[in-house]
């Protein structure tokens, strides 16, 4: 079983930027597909973002594309998000998640097995 720690959230200006990480323990994260989530107040958790294993392979949500970058050094058991030009509406919890479910980018929340506490985002308008 693996433990995820989100860190790097805060309050920001619109256009500025952040940089996530999700610092993972218990269990090597060469194993999982990675993903970051997002959760607005009174809105549903939605995909944001998602690593394959190897790194190889990136997907998004399109409302993110283009200027968020997500990213993973297995070797110091860490996934990253880069979030530059945001925006108010990109305001919510962001939550770390790790699936076992296959050598592809899931979006699908079901195949997230573990997940951290989340991290706040605030972008100010």
């Known amino acids: 079983q693996v433990q995820l720690a989100e860190s790097g959230g805060g309050l920001v200006q619109a256009g500025g930027s952040l940089r996530l990480s999700c610092a993972a323990s218990?269990?090597?994260?060469?194993?999982?597909?990675m993903g970051w989530w997002r959760q607005a107040p009174g809105k549903e958790r939605e995909f944001v973002a998602a690593?394959?294993?190897?790194?190889?392979?990136?997907v998004y949500t399109d409302s993110v594309k283009g200027r968020f970058g997500i990213s993973r050094d297995n070797a110091k058991n860490t996934v990253f998000l880069q979030m530059n030009s945001l925006k108010p509406e990109d305001t919510a919890v962001y939550f770390c998640?790790?699936?076992?479910?296959?050598?592809?980018?899931?979006?699908?929340?079901?195949?997230?097995?573990?997940w951290g506490q989340g991290t706040q985002v605030t972008v100010s308008s």
């Open positions: 218990g269990r090597s994260i060469s194993s999982y597909t």
């Open positions: 690593i394959t294993r190897s790194g190889a392979i990136t």
């Open positions: 998640a790790a699936s076992t479910a296959g050598s592809y980018a899931s979006r699908l929340f079901r195949e997230y097995n573990y």
